[in-house]
């Protein structure tokens, strides 16, 4: 089957039946891009279609989830840089407040930083948790490294995405106009071989 002859002849086919029909679900720049796309990618069949739709929303749903946890790890990055800064900002009054007995008045003064360094004390602890206790907390020199690399990776991968969303799109327009198309001539063809039997009966 040549999905562009095909194309070309549903085209031509001026004000009949078949063109109305496409008429009423796309118009004739979607037909004419479809077949330009066929066109240009060399499809020769609705099987090769269908590959090319199925692997490129395989890509484009991989891209995204990949897209999906680089967001992901960086708010856990950020989350973890927050709480190492608020720990190291509350050394000293906490040293203070240990000396003083803990005492519930000191603790009522600096209460906003203590509490902090307490959320922060554990997020840690879940940290370790997670990675075993013998695993350092980052610093945050690596943590920014980690963070600079995982942003380029994602906003390359951004990139890419948009661009294989643009092309899936385009694909699965091409595959919806060409399934459009067999769907009526396969109408027609079960119309006409209907039409036969009924004749066939009617002379026996």
Do not use: C
Not at 13 to 34: D, P
Not at 43 to 71: C, H, M, P, Y
Not at 82 to 110: C, M, P, Q, V, W
């Amino acid at each position: 089957m040549s999905l562009l002859i095909d194309i070309e002849a549903k085209l031509q086919e001026g004000k009949g039946a078949g063109y109305e029909r496409w008429a009423k679900v796309f118009n004739l720049k979607q037909m004419a891009n479809a077949m330009n796309f066929i066109q240009a990618h060399n499809i020769r069949s609705l099987q090769e279609l269908d590959d090319f739709v199925n692997n490129t929303v395989a890509t484009n749903d991989g891209i995204l989830t990949s897209i999906k946890a680089d967001e992901e790890r960086l708010q856990e990055i950020a989350v973890l840089k927050k709480h190492i800064l608020n720990y190291s900002k509350a050394k000293d009054t906490f040293a203070a407040y240990k000396a003083s007995g803990y005492s519930k008045r000191f603790y009522e003064e600096h209460r906003d930083v203590l509490t902090l360094r307490k959320a922060a004390k554990q997020a840690f602890d879940e940290y370790r948790e997670k990675h075993g206790e013998d695993v350092p907390i980052p610093r945050v020199k690596d943590l920014n490294a980690e963070y600079a690399e995982i942003l380029a990776r994602k906003k390359k991968n951004y990139t890419e995405y948009r661009r294989e969303k643009s092309q899936m799109q385009e694909y699965l327009m091409a595959q919806k106009i060409v399934e459009t198309m067999l769907h009526d001539d396969r109408n027609r063809q079960a119309d006409q071989q209907r039409e036969e039997q009924e004749k066939s009966k009617k002379q026996r």
